[in-house]
Structures are given as C-alpha cells and as structure tokens.
C-alpha cells in the first residue's frame, strides 16, 4: 500500500466504500496523493473535472469520458488494471446493484469538498450521437458511418495490409507467424467452407475493406460482388480493384444488404456483419441471405456472440465503438437460419483467436500511436487503447465469443450438394 493521504486518500475511502471492497489498483491524484496497491498499474485522476463525469455518470460512462477526454488516465498495463476489477466481479467480491444511499451520499459530500460539483460536462466529441429509430436504414448508415469511416488511413495503421476487421485465424504460434497470416488463413478457411472457384457465383454482405471478395477472386478465381453502406470503404474497395487489374472479377456496390437484387449467388460471405443488423431486423436479415442463394448454394457467416443477459456491447463500445451493435448466443442465431430455411452444416467456435488477433492490433496501435494520434487526434487513439484492451480481455475469459457458422439452402427435394466429409479441413 502507498499512502493514505490528500485528495487521493478521499477518493481511495469512497471508492471502496461503493465497491464494497479494497482497491486492485492504485490510485494517484492531482495533488500528488496517492492511495492503493503500488504493485501494478495506477489509475490517474489529473482533474477535478473527471470526479464531475463521475458524479453524474456514476458507472462504465462515465470512467470512458473521463478517459477518452484524458480527465482520467492509466500509468502501468491498463489490460492489467481492467483484469483486476473483472477478477473480482467473477469472485463474487464487488457490491451488486446500485449503491447504498449512505455511501452515495458520502461521495457527493467528498465531491463538494473537493470543488467537483457542477454542471454536467458536455460529452467527448468521439462519442456517438444517433437519432431516430434503431435500425432504420438511414440510423443503420449513421452507425455504421460513425465506425467504419473514421479514416481509411487510420484503418490502414492498425490492420494488415489486406485490412480484414474481424477475427483472423491462427494456423501456428511459430513467433514469425504474423496477424496477416492470421487473416490469410482466415480468407482460405471461408473460401474452402463455401467450396468456392472458378466459375463460383459469390457474394459478400457487409464487405469491410474487400479482403474477402478480393482473396476468393484472386486466389480462387470466383466473381464475386461486395456490398457496403460506408462510402469511405466503397471508394477504398475500388480503388484496390482497379489497382490491382481484379475489375472484370469483383464488383463492389455501395448498397443495403435488402435493396441485392441481382440473386442468385453459389456463395455467400458475411463476415461480423450480423452483430450491426439488430434482434429485431435479424429475421429479415437471415430471410435475404436465403432468398439471395441458389438450391445447395452454401452461407459463411461469421459472428460474435455473448449471453442472453447482456446483448449489446456495454455503455462504453455503444456509445464510442459501434452504436446499436446486438450480439446473442450463437443458438439463438442458429435459430434464426434454420426458421430461415437454411440448414446448419458446421460450427466452429473462434474465441481464441479473436484474443490474439485484438492484441496484435493494440500492439501496432502502440507501436504507431504518434501516428494514429496525428491521423485522428489523441481521444479516438484513446478510445481504441480502451477498446481492444478491454476486447481482449471479453473473449479471453469467455464474456463474448465469435463462430463461423456454415449453412446450405437445400433444393426443392432436400439435396444440400455438401461433400460427405469436412473437405475444407486442411490435414
């Protein structure tokens, strides 16, 4: 333990008051003061401003502001300091529930004598800020606007060259073996699970920044067509295609997943699209993936899940990361391809590699964080230190998961065209 005085020492007592147990980490204030475990990482105050977020956002939303505006900020492994508060939540040792009226009282007398009381202040700019009804496709293309198109550049930083978002998969733990081998290996595994080739007919709902329609036609020789709503992915895409001579191969539309009319395809990919589509819009998204395949005409789709109590990504990844995001247990996204019509095949969970791919991507975020600071300015950099620390962490104690889920239509007389064995399996 370091000391218990000064205005860090006030907070230390409130803090674990609400808690209702000791500090993990320590905590060091604007006066210098410092309080907690000196063993690990140190949760900075350097502004009275941050207990004002605090006092009236008293959870998750309030500690991201706080952090993303740099009120608030973490000296030492923050993947570490999050750790230590979840150690805790699993152990049954933090307060469930809304703190007691005694101890909130207690907090806003310190935040009184402190000088923190005040108006609310004004959110972060990186925070998103969506009207209308959720899922709409105009609020659809503000979500997805607000992610997706921070910067082509940004993305180019933090990504490998192939610019895949989503989770890679890895082949080897050989040192060498990089996160754009991950997501090569990633791109051959869905391109053999829908057996496609030349001649293949295949279609990619949700198309990032092509990585998919550009790796089954170049190195499996499919035509394959890519639909987006961002237009900064759009212009990126054709960009790529031109580039590297691919034109009478891919095409890439800026288009809703339900305005495709130009069905039916051999194949069909969508990759982490599924978690932006909403609970209630899943039906209709999983009706068109059916409808836009041809008898025996095979769906990739890879998607995050987590648990039935808590759907969405939290208050701090909808509120900065991917508004209106919805993930559920992979049954119950089972559930709605077969009310679809579509017969499951196999499942794969990925959860694993979700956790190394996001940590090779905060590794690079590190490695280039002057850059991607003077590309998008230091509170978006902060907010993605936050959310792939704290990603890494979700997968790797099984919070969230992510699975390839593959499925067929089947003709009029059942036959599904599927090979006898895993054929994609590589031995």
Known sequence: MVGTGGVA???????????????????????????????????????????????????????????????????????????????????????????????????????????????????????????????????????????????????????????????????????????????RDKLDLV??????????????????????????????????????????????????????GLEELVTVKLQDYREVDDAPFDAISTIEMGEHVGEENYPEYAATLHRLLKPEGRLLLQQMSRGANAPGGGAFIESYVAPDMHMR???????????????????????EHYVWTVRAWAATLEERWDEVVALVGEGQARVWRLYLAGGALTFEEGRMGVDQILAVRPSANGTSGMPRVRDWVVR
């Open 329 to 351: 247990p992979v049954s119950a996204t089972v559930g709605h391809l077969e009310r679809a019509g579509l017969e499951i095949r196999d499942v794969e969970a990925l959860r």
């Open 191 to 244: 391109c053999r699970k829908l057996g496609v080739g030349e001649g293949t007919r295949m279609l990619d709902v949700g198309c990032g920044w092509g990585s998919m329609i550009i790796h089954a036609a170049k190195h499996f020789g499919a035509t394959t067509t890519g639909v987006t709503i961002s237009r900064q992915q759009h212009a990126h895409i054709r960009k790529r295609v031109a580039d590297e």
């Open 9 to 183: 020492g006030q907070l230390a007592s409130v803090v674990e008051k609400v808690l209702g147990t000791s500090l993990p980490i320590g905590l060091r204030a604007w006066d210098g003061s410092s309080a907690g475990p000196s063993d690990g990482p140190v949760a900075v105050i350097r502004s009275k401003r941050a207990l004002r977020r605090l006092v009236w956002n008293p959870n998750e939303l309030g500690l991201a502001r706080a952090y993303v505006a740099g009120e608030l900020d973490v000296d030492g492994d923050l993947t570490d300091g999050l750790a230590r508060f979840w150690e805790l939540a699993r152990a049954g040792a933090l307060r469930v529930g809304k703190p007691k009226p005694a101890d909130l009282l207690g907090a806003l007398r310190v935040a009184a004598r402190l000088g923190a009381l005040g108006p609310r202040p004004a959110a972060p700019g990186e925070e998103a800020r969506l009207s209308g009804t959720r899922h709409t496709r105009d609020r659809d293309k503000a979500a997805i606007a607000h992610h997706y198109d921070l910067s082509n550049d940004f993305y180019q930083l933090v990504l490998d060259p192939s610019m895949a978002y989503s989770s890679g998969y890895w082949t080897s733990d050989s040192p060498e073996y990089t996160v754009a081998d991950a997501q």
